[in-house]
Structures are given as C-alpha cells and as structure tokens.
C-alpha cells in the first residue's frame, strides 16, 4: 500500500505528543512529589534557583524540570525576567490536592501500569489475571488521591440527591456499606456530611483498610467511620444505602457480588453503583476519556477481574447496557440511571 505521506506526519506528529506525554509523567511525579508545584504556586514567579532554594532541592535538575514543564504547558516562563509561574488553572490540576480537578493521583496510577507491565505482558500470554493487591503501591493510593477530587465535586451535591429518598434518610440516620471502597475517600465525605448516618467502608485489600483507618482517626470520624476488610461477596450487615464507586467492573463475579448486595440491603433499601461512564458500542468511545479508561483497564481493571473466580472480565468501559444486565442477573428488577457525568455513570437499583 502506498503510503499517504500528509497522514503519515500528521499520525508521527502525534506519536510526539504523546512520547513526550509519557516521557514527562516522571517529572510530574517528581513535582509533585517534591513539592515543586505547591511552592511555584505559592511563592512564584520564582528563578529555578529560587525554586530549587525554597525546596531544598538542586538548581541544575529543578532547571531542566522547569524548562520541560514549560514547555508542556504545565508552568509558564517569562523571558525577560528569568522566572516561572504558574496559572490558577494551572496551579488547580497541578498544585491543589484538595480542589476540583487535581491530576497528579492519576500520573501514580499511570506509574503503577509502567511498573507492572512484565506481570501484565505475562497475563496476555496465559489468560490469567493480576490482582489489585499484586499492583506497586502506588496505584493505592494514585487512586485514592485522583478520585476523590470527582467525589468531593459530585458525590454529595448532585449523585446522591439524584437517588430517590436517599439524602433525606442520611440526614435523619442510616447505615451505609461502601464496597470496595480502598482508602475510603467517598467513605469519608460521606461520614462528614452526615453526621446522624453510620458507615462501614468494605475491602478486601488489608494495607487499604489499615490506612483508612488512620484517615478517618485523622479526620475525627472513628465515632461514625469504620472500616474492615472483606470481599464484595461476604461482608456483613443490612443497609439503607450499599454504595460501590469505580470497582464493580473490577470484580470477578460482579453478577454474584450484586446478588450479595440484595441479602444487604433492607426492605426499602438501595445500591448506588458509580461506574466510568461509557456508551454501549466500541465506536462510542473513541475518544479522550475512552483512550484513558481503555488504557486503565487493559493494564488494571481487566487483569483485576480475571485473577478471581468467574472473572467476567467487564472492564472499565462495560457501557451502561452491559451493567444493567449484570444487575438484573443479580436480582435487581429496578434500574434507573441516576445522573452522569463526563466520567461517571451513576445506577440506582433496587429489588
């Protein structure tokens, strides 16, 4: 076939952009590791001598990283003076943890599919799976720290008002299982908001559940926060609310996990699942969040699923369709897609 040489620099073109994406996401880590960000966006304009001095770090290599993340668009460089600087939006994704779209939590779990990539190669070869729990730690809590921010933005302002009946039996008291809830961010928005409701976040990733533990020790929540360890099939209790955030999908026999959550949940109550948001066919999701959620789940979310039993394999972009399904199967006669957003789909399902 001859080649078209016009898209074959457009396509080379790209290949740049993302080899450099991938090159950079190691001097991410490292900005935000050394807390080269939340000083640029504190302190700055500052010379990479300044900041090198305000973070007990070296110029020469704090030079470099600044001139590469300049050129990213990440910081910005002004020529006559010598100095960086960052924007509000800048300093948003780059240096507020607590803000509405912090990015850094989510270069940790690109680290995690770098690093664990020879047990994935090997997965591909055999069939078999990679746990959560075989990943570098930092997919723990890469995970914990890019989520939440979506949380904190959503979850208490428009998902669970979107549940029928649901805020208003927070408000007055209930008792709420979240699923596989890692290192219990939604756990604990949740706890904070409701302060008359009781909480049991459930995992079964034991270095998880011990550092959710000391979060919640930390926040003043332990009169109304525990955590424990257990499998979305076996743990224990009845609920007006069983929340699973980010990880059905994940789980190996989710058809049996959902059937667990109807044992669960009392007369009236109610299984919120939050997925990555997704359109039924392939083609629907040929896009930027596609290309993120497909990547995750080839190196995380499918390897997931096949290392346990069943091991349905969903994947992160099941599509909503496919979810309901496996709902249904599980008992749940009553689905409704609750809200959505970019990259969230949130079901609400009842018996």
Known sequence: MELDHEKLQSLIGKMLGDVAAAMGAGAVLIGDKLGLYKTLAAEGPLTSAELASHTATAERYVREWAAGQAAAGHINYDRESGRFSMSPEQASVLADENGPAFFPGIYEIAAAAIRDEPKVAKAFCTGGGVGWHEHDPCLFRGTQRFFRPGYATHLLSEWIPALDGVEKKLTSGAKVADVGCGLGASVLLMAQAYPKSQFVGFDYHE???????????????????????????????????????????????????????????????????????????????????????????????????????????????????RLREVIAAGGFSRVRRATSTPFNLVLEARP
């Open 207 to 321: 270095p998880s559940i011990m550092r959710a533990r000391e979060l919640a020790a930390e926040a003043r929540l332990s009169d109304r926060v525990r955590f424990e360890c257990a499998t979305a099939k076996d743990y224990p209790g009845s609920y007006d609310l069983v929340a699973f955030f980010d990880c059905l999908h994940d789980m190996g026999d989710p058809i049996g996990a959902a059937s667990h959550v109807k044992t669960t949940l009392n007369s009236a109550g109610v299984w919120m699942i939050v997925e990555p948001f997704a359109g039924d066919q392939l083609d629907e999701n040929l896009n930027p969040i596609g290309r993120l959620f497909y990547a995750a789940s080839t190196m995380i979310c499918v390897p997931a699923s096949l290392s346990q039993e069943v091991g349905l394999g969903l994947g992160a972009q099941a599509g909503e369709r």
